[in-house]
């Protein structure tokens, strides 16, 4: 079973959108940054999703300083391509940042890739 | 509707004195960001960790902190300064982020911030000038923006009771605020009417979080003694507290980071008093909506919005200034309140000046304070999530009454189009900003058709 924990401002419609895909071999928990490393660190979840306004300060700040950057990818305005998210997942980034107005757009794209590993 | 329909002015006109006070400001913000000990946007302050230990180049970071803060630059900052006449963070503090970040040499980023400065404060008047001698004249229609801002903004404590503890209570709170509105209009009719509303629902809030946070505590240590399991209300993986084993990297990164901002507290308190200053001055909005109530003259209520808005930002620019090192620009925001109300400059210096100390000293507290309050961080998530949502319906129904007053059916049919148009192409402008983009677009288009011959403008 992978777990995606999801943080930030619009957290729980990042679960939301994700229980509405219904990966299999996936499950998802509401969360938040700094009991995100903890988990993450503990190998209790294998992703974080967070969001805000910018998509890199409130959904990474605390984790790329604990993680480190390796881990961490922002989309910033940018809406990823298939391939681009499994480059990135072949890189090691488990934490991901992007913009709240684009939750609807980026979370399926991302939660495919990850299921597809699962 | 009489005090709070539109904001009063837009002047800006500066004395000598508030021209100077600008200038030196940016040059000094330029700066900090230079030395990656502050930057405004909390988007980019992650990035500064990696900038100062040296894995990644100034243009990396530069080109970082310009990708995450040009939409609000145009989008934001100036179509508001443009509306309300009253300048803000996003407009002046984004763009010395990106001056200093990019400035190679230490003496060139102050020069560049300081020249920031310079254009706002002189090209911002020429520029209000020039468009309001326009045929179709759409900074006066961008005011519009004012009573939806300033309406809208009076719910966000009920949005985020909402989201954090459900529909009944939610519910509760918005009939209360409702009530208040009502009441504050009939009874106060000088006062701003969401002002007491507000108050009352941000104490609800605070209050439903903290009685939270002690529930689950309590739950917590019955469940440590044995008696019964706790069950999670809305199953957050990890309730309250963390593992000890797991203190350990967070608190030496926080302490580190601390440390860092402790070394340079006397850069600090400079910043605190020029940013204590520029509100004292009244030039100077710190949110969406405090601008408005400054142009209007009415600093009580800028300074309990932006007192309430400081809520859902602590958490934030704390944790973040915890993990990278950097500081926020305008600290807590705690100084915009603050300056507001003081009655001249020299006490905003001195109090801009020890607020700042104050806070760069408390941040390792703060952090571990937070660290034991997981729901009041969640509140602060929540809060932000609100201002976020009430903005975006505000400014985007106050852009289409702008585009209504300057084009009627035409003007709504180009600032809407162009709006759907963004949103269509995976919202390449951020939500927020692309309203406002997109009437001063609509009005150089309006503008455009009346030298063809094709529109005429609508009288008033």
């Known amino acids: 079973m992978t777990t995606i924990l999801t943080g930030g401002v619009g957290k729980t419609e990042v679960a939301d959108a994700v229980r509405r895909l219904a990966p299999p071999g996936v499950e998802v928990a509401v969360s938040n940054d700094m009991d995100a490393v903890a988990l993450l660190r503990a190998g209790r979840a294998d992703y974080f999703l967070g969001t805000c306004q910018t998509g890199a300060g409130a959904s990474l700040g605390v984790l790329v300083g604990l993680m480190g950057a390796a881990t961490c990818h922002t989309f910033g305005r940018s809406v990823p391509s298939g391939e681009e998210i499994n480059t990135l997942l072949d890189q090691g980034k488990r934490v991901f940042g992007f913009a709240v107005d684009q939750v609807d757009v980026i979370t399926p794209a991302l939660v495919g890739a990850i299921t597809a590993r699962a | ?460």
Not at chain 2, 56 to 81: D, E, N, Y
Not at chain 2, 385 to 413: N, Q
Request: charged share 10%; glycine share 12%; proline share 5%.
């Open chain 2, 1 to 460: 509707m009489s005090s709070t329909a539109l904001a009063a002015s837009t002047g800006l006109d500066f004395s000598l004195a508030q021209q100077l006070a600008v200038i030196a400001l940016c040059a000094l913000t330029a700066f900090l960001a230079h030395l990656a000990l502050a930057v405004f946007n909390d988007g980019v302050r992650p990035f500064l960790l990696d900038f100062v230990q040296g894995r990644t180049t100034r243009s990396a970071t530069t080109a970082v902190s310009f990708g995450l803060s040009a939409g609000f630059i145009f989008g934001l900052g100036a179509p508001m300064a443009l509306a309300s006449g009253v300048l803000n963070p996003w407009l002046l503090f984004l763009p010395t982020d990106i001056l200093g970040l990019l400035a190679p040499k230490k003496w060139l980023a102050p020069l560049l911030g300081g020249a920031w400065g310079g254009v706002v404060v002189f090209g911002l008047r020429g520029a209000n000038n020039l468009a309001h001698d326009l045929p179709v004249d759409f900074l006066t229609a961008l005011q519009q923006m004012a009573t939806p801002i300033l309406f809208l903004f009076t719910l966000f404590p009920v949005l985020a009771i909402t989201k954090q503890f459900g529909k009944l209570l939610g519910g509760l709170a918005g009939v209360v605020e409702l009530a208040l509105v009502v009441l504050t209009m009939k009874v106060w009719p000088d006062v701003f009417a969401g002002a007491p509303a507000m108050a009352v629902g941000v104490l609800l809030l605070i209050g439903f979080a903290v009685a939270r946070d002690v529930r689950q505590r309590r739950a917590a240590e019955r469940a440590v003694a044995g008696m019964v399991s706790p069950t999670g209300e809305e199953a957050p993986v990890v309730t309250a507290g963390r593992p000890s084993e797991d203190v350990d990297p967070m608190a030496s990164l926080f302490g580190a980071s601390a440390a860092r901002l402790r070394r340079h507290l006397p850069l600090f308190m400079v910043l605190g008093a020029g940013i204590c200053l520029l509100s004292q001055l009244h030039v100077f909005g710190g949110g969406e909506a405090t601008s408005f109530l400054v142009a209007k003259g009415q600093y009580a209520e800028a300074a309990q919005v932006d007192l309430y808005r400081s809520l859902g930002f602590i958490p934030l620019i704390a944790t973040t200034a915890l993990a990278s090192g950097a500081y926020g620009i305008v600290g807590f925001t705690l100084v915009y309140p603050i300056g507001y109300l003081l009655p001249s400059p020299w006490p905003a210096l001195v109090c801009g000046a020890l607020v700042f100390a104050a806070e760069v000293l408390a941040l390792s507290w703060i952090g571990k304070a937070l660290g034991r309050l997981p729901s009041v961080r969640d509140s602060s998530e929540h809060l932000r999530g609100a201002i976020g949502d009430t903005l975006h319906l505000a400014i985007l129904f106050g852009s289409m009454l702008a585009a209504h007053a300057m084009g009627g059916g035409l003007g709504i049919l180009i600032a809407s189009g162009l709006y759907l148009l963004n949103e269509a192409t995976g919202r390449v402008v951020v939500r927020m900003a692309a309203a406002p983009a997109a009437v001063v677009v609509t009005g150089i288009v309006l503008n455009v058709f009346y030298w063809l011959g094709l529109f005429t403008p609508i009288k008033t």
